[in-house]
């Protein structure tokens, strides 16, 4: 650490909202292989109020700790050994995950590899609010279920941060894109290129047939999503359960069914945000941010995403 100081975002317990304390914290400084990004906007995710309550990434975590995982913002400074960044750069990224990330602060290190150059036709809150939701997507349907032309994918919790954008990729993969929702949401949905759309309200999701690949963005702690979800996939079909992972009761019923089962985590990838700027820049894919807070309030962006229902992402602010 520096003799420089920044604002951050710390917390010292787990607990609500309320342990979420802004404060005055010694500056990281870049390693080797480093650079130092001062954050313009950073998003905000279900696992970072998750990990607050002492759930998420919690046991990967010591106090004091700073939330926090997504950052757009501009390179300040390189470490020794950095030849693909400069100072001046803007870029964004998923430092560090699942450990601490640090992103709720003015600013932020991590390797060199784990950054991309910021889409360029959106502005820092916009791309802070696509890195971890994005490459949980991309992952998901690119490298763990490598999702081919004409297969049909089941999202759930579509109109959610990871859900808005699964939609899309799996449409540019050239899939039938199958959404649950509420009915509110199918219009927007549509517009993003989802080819059915379910209100799970209203109608047993589970109804659907002949899906390939199910991305769960629920759980099965909610009403048994995942479990009911390999009701809907064809035999040798995948579920990729995301939240709560496949449980011995998911698995065996999974082997049952004739179906694959698995859990997921993302993890940084450079390359894969490179690829998706490209997608945003080229209008093929768009991110939406409900709502953007003051660093300082990152108590109530908590508390506003806790209360669920959020249409795409929430953003803090690190900058004026």
Known sequence: MSGHTMRAVTISEFGGPEVLTPEDVARPEPLPTEVLVRVHAAGVNPVDWKTRVGQGMAG??????ILGWDVSGVVEQVGFGVTTLRPGDEVY???????????YAEYVTAPARQWARKPATVDHVHAAALPLAALTAWQILVDTAHVQAGQRVLVTAAAGGVGHLAVQFARHLGAHVIATASAARHPWLKDLGADETIDYTTTPFEEAAGVDVVVDLVGDEHDRTSTRALKTLSPGGLLIAVPSGVSPDLAAAAEEAGVRATGFLVEPDGPALARIADLIDAGEVSVEVEKTFPLAEAAAAHAHGEAGHTRGKLVLTATD
């Open 60 to 65: 990967l975590q010591t106090f004091p700790l």
């Open 93 to 103: 990224g998923m430092p560090w995950f699942p450990r601490a990330g640090g992103a």
